[in-house]
Antibody
């Protein structure tokens, strides 16, 4: 059974940093890209970014709204994907989900609240 | 960045059929956009209903089907059930970049 578990969310002040983790199991983690998606309170889904598998050079790509502030990395030895969030803004407040096996599987999400 | 469009809301009667669509500001939606459809019930995480245009997950009821229709991606629900009431989001790939639609609130009434 595929499982994706996000962790690392919490309350943080504007301008600070936070790192989220996504621990995966139940599939060949290293063979697949991983993505991060967020959902602000009462809003729709927003794609945040993606990291390709090592076989595709671990390419990363980001939404315009987070490019230059957020970065995604992966640890294939431990089946973990990371989302490093810097220079956080109020509008980054959201539930953050990771997805695996392209976007076929989702975690339960972790809430990030950015306050002034 | 491309804009992906969905109906804001739709209503279907129990047992009825409804089609949700997903369009792209860049033109015709093709299989190369690898259309996805996600269902999200209130308070729950999204889950994938359809991927790569028309492939189902193991938990996807047979009453859901995906297709390309009139230049858009489409999700058809045949024989709607009360538990199908939810928000439905489509996702399109633009190379490595993904873009979500704004979501369709489906009411079964």
């Amino acid at each position: 059974e595929v499982q994706l578990v996000e962790s690392g969310g919490g309350l943080v002040q504007t301008g600070r940093s936070l790192r989220l983790s996504c621990t995966a199991s139940g599939f060949a983690f290293g063979d697949f890209p991983m993505s991060w998606v967020r959902q602000a309170p009462g809003k729709g889904l927003e794609w945040v970014g993606f990291i390709g598998s090592k076989g595709y050079g671990g390419t990363t790509e980001y939404a315009a709204s987070v490019k230059g502030r957020f970065s995604i990395s992966r640890d294939d030895s431990n089946n973990i994907a990371y989302l490093q969030m810097n220079s956080l803004k109020i509008e980054d407040t959201a539930v953050y989900y990771c997805t695996g096996e392209w976007e076929r599987n989702w975690g339960q999400g972790t809430l990030v609240t950015v306050s002034s | 960045q491309a804009v992906v469009t969905q109906e804001a809301s739709l209503t279907v009667s129990p047992g009825g059929t409804v089609t949700l669509t997903c369009g792209s500001s860049t033109g015709v939606v093709t299989s190369g956009h690898y259309p996805y459809w996600f269902q999200q019930r209130p308070g729950q995480a999204p889950r994938t209903v359809i991927y790569d245009t028309n492939y189902k997950r193991s938990w996807t009821p047979a009453r859901f089907s995906g297709s390309l229709l009139g230049g858009k991606a489409a999700l058809t629900l045949s024989g709607a059930q009360p538990e199908d009431e939810a928000e439905y989001y489509c996702l399109l790939y633009y190379g490595f970049v993904r873009v979500f639609g704004g979501g369709t609130k489906l009411t079964v009434l």
